[in-house]
């Protein structure tokens, strides 16, 4: 079958054109026999913020890693606007999404602008990059995200590791937005912030990227957050879809589903406040 003919289908088992970002049957079994993702399926639409929520190993980080390639998958397939996730087509999807990380990935000694730049490696060669060799428009740009993530220009050449956590994060959130993606995958970008922070950076991260129309996946460990942040929850367990809906819906009896049997906090951190307790 033409990869043509196998996205048409995948379109209309997903229900259509509206898709953006389209998951079909994704399997990923480690060499161990782990089953990480175990039949995945959803359709995710321009702009969504989406939550991926789910206990610790449930595969939420997998499926966020399966969009750039970082994981590959044992079978299914990923579809980004009519693009197919491929060895061939990776590096094209690669620019057209980016990642905030649960630990901000920040290069510690170099100055916020150098790292906001870095959001740009599919762009610069990596030599000018080295060099820190960046087009104006670049610079411009980096200036502007990171006016967005509500930071002053006297922050620009401060280095990363003088900044607080919830500032780092707003940094990595620059760095996401540099060149307008269509896809933010953000890993439990709250997960070392306290609650106040947690909530200022959500609501940074919904805006900023409503706001140039960028999908977001965002997997979370905190019920109530997601229940406030999201426009959709997907619920995995066990590398399995268990809930997939609006936040209303997602009602006491689906969180029951989603965490059942696990007591232990680190599996079911219930609210912000019994992550931090
Ligand atoms: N490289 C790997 N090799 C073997 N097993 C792995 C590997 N990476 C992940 N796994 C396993 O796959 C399952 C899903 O892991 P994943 O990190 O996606 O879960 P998660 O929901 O993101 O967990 P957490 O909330 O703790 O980050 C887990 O059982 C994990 O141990």
Redesign the pocket.
Known sequence: MSAAAILSAAQMIGGGAQSHLSFCDLR?V???G????DGVSADIGRGEFCV?L????????????VVNGL?DLTSGMTTLGDTILSPKTLRGIRRRVAMVH?QFNLVERASVASNVLSGAVAEVPSWRALLGWYPDHLRDRACEVVARVGLDEIHLTRRASALSGGQQQRVGIARALLLKPEVILA??PVASLDPAISREVLGLLREAAREQGATVLC?L?QTDLAREFGDRIIG?RK?RVVFDGPPHQFDSAAEGKLYEGLTAP?DRPATREQVYA
Request: proline share 3%; aromatic share 4%.
């Open positions: 990923k480690y060499a161990d782990v089953a990480a993702l991926v789910g206990p610790s190993g449930s595969g939420k980080s997998t499926l966020l890693r994981t649960q890993d439990e997997s460990h995995m590398g680190a």
